[in-house]
């Protein structure tokens, strides 16, 4: 498959000096799953994505996954690899940004990269690290596989590069999701032809089934967005509705990463789940409470209503409303609309430690202004 000229992207794997090389054993592996592993194999071999290779230094093993149609994809377990590479600090954009960026526009066009790492060729004096064993031989990858440590950096690397001049005009991008955006219906046929005259250019492919065009609403990095604004995806809301009490610290901390991920439509969230907080600390015995459960519940009960953001503004005024309890400080930011009704654009929030906890109620206020003013 044609893919992104390398002079444009290649992927190198630079290894820290003291690195050793780690040659993994083969693992067992069912004989059903083994005639998958071949028949996977063959396509990629097929299609250029891999080579049979002797005598690696580098070997990984690979983690067949069964997929909803029959088939396997190859997945490759690049741990000692990633260990020995030090970190690309090419930067990821903001999500927060990039949702903000996208809401309040009439019409959108989301896109998926077809294989996007794929698209990207492995630097021919390092493709022998991404060496893998099955029980049909050893291989390695010519094309940037899913797994390497610096996989993502590369891929927004070459897509910063491909579309810098349009991004946060008429294009967002994360990594392989690239997202199309007029402000009026009218405008989006020439939004698009920009963006396909760019993908041609520069030989990126898209996975059609994944691509959604000229639509009111889309689902964006785990937001709904829209010229309405901003909200939660309701299927994360859903995961919470239909949780029962957790039972034990790691239920307690799955509960706590879904409500992480929706933080910024949950006004004074730390302040709604102090009841849980004593139960992360080390050496204390897990039992659910009664106030647990009433926090719990609660929580529940507002999202049953979660809000709609407006993303900020630059031409309005923006309105900071702070507020601090004994254990949390929380802070909205919002604009008022013609008649003069709030809108929400963030909530933020913040658990306080021991020493905070002993301020004044007017420093804890200033110190919710300051970590407003570094986090949002």
Wanted: charged fraction near 20%; charge should be positive; include cysteine.
């Amino acid at each position: 498959m044609p893919g992104i000229d390398p002079t444009i992207a290649v992927h190198n794997i630079t290894l820290n000096p003291d690195s050793k090389p780690v040659k993994q054993k083969l693992r067992k592996m069912h004989p059903r799953i083994a005639l998958l592993v071949k028949e996977e194999l063959q396509r990629l071999l097929s299609v250029s994505f891999i080579l049979p290779i002797d005598y690696p230094q580098w070997i990984s093993n690979i983690v067949p996954v069964t997929k909803a149609t029959g088939g396997l994809r190859i997945c490759t377990d690049f741990r000692d690899l990633n260990l020995a590479c030090p970190k690309d600090d090419f930067p990821l954009p903001s999500i927060d940004q990039l949702v903000d960026l996208t809401a309040g526009h009439e019409m959108l066009s989301l896109m998926d990269g077809f294989s996007g790492y794929n698209q990207i060729l492995v630097a021919p004096a390092d493709q022998h690290k991404t060496t893998f064993i099955t029980p049909w031989g050893t291989f390695c990858y010519r094309v940037m596989p899913f797994g390497l440590k610096n996989a993502g950096a590369t891929y927004q690397r070459a897509m910063t590069y491909i579309f810098h001049d349009i991004m946060h005009t008429i294009l967002e991008d994360y990594v392989d999701d690239l997202l199309g955006k007029s402000k009026h219906r009218s405008e989006h046929l020439d939004v698009l032809t920009i963006i396909f005259d760019r993908l041609l250019q520069y030989s990126v492919r898209l996975q059609p089934k994944k691509c959604v065009f000229g639509v009111l609403s889309g689902k964006l990095l785990g937001f709904i967005v829209s010229l309405r604004g901003i909200e939660v995806d309701p299927s994360k809301v859903k995961a919470i509705l239909e949780m029962p009490p957790p039972k034990n610290l790691k239920q307690l901390r799955s509960l706590q990463g879904k409500l992480q991920s929706i933080r910024r439509f949950i006004s004074q969230l730390s302040d709604r789940c102090q009841p849980f907080h004593h139960l992360l600390k080390k050496d204390i015995a897990f039992q659910w409470s009664e106030e647990c459960h009433q926090a719990f519940e609660a929580l529940k009960s507002y999202l049953l209503q979660p809000p709609v953001l407006i993303p900020p503004q630059d031409d309005r005024p923006f309105y900071l409303y702070l507020s601090a309890t004994d254990h949390a400080i929380g802070a909205m930011l919002a604009h008022r609309d013609s008649a003069h009704r709030e809108q929400a654009v963030y909530y933020i929030s913040h658990t306080l430690v021991d020493y905070e906890t002993r301020y004044t109620h007017v420093e804890k206020l200033c110190l919710a202004l300051s970590f407003v003013a570094t986090k949002l």
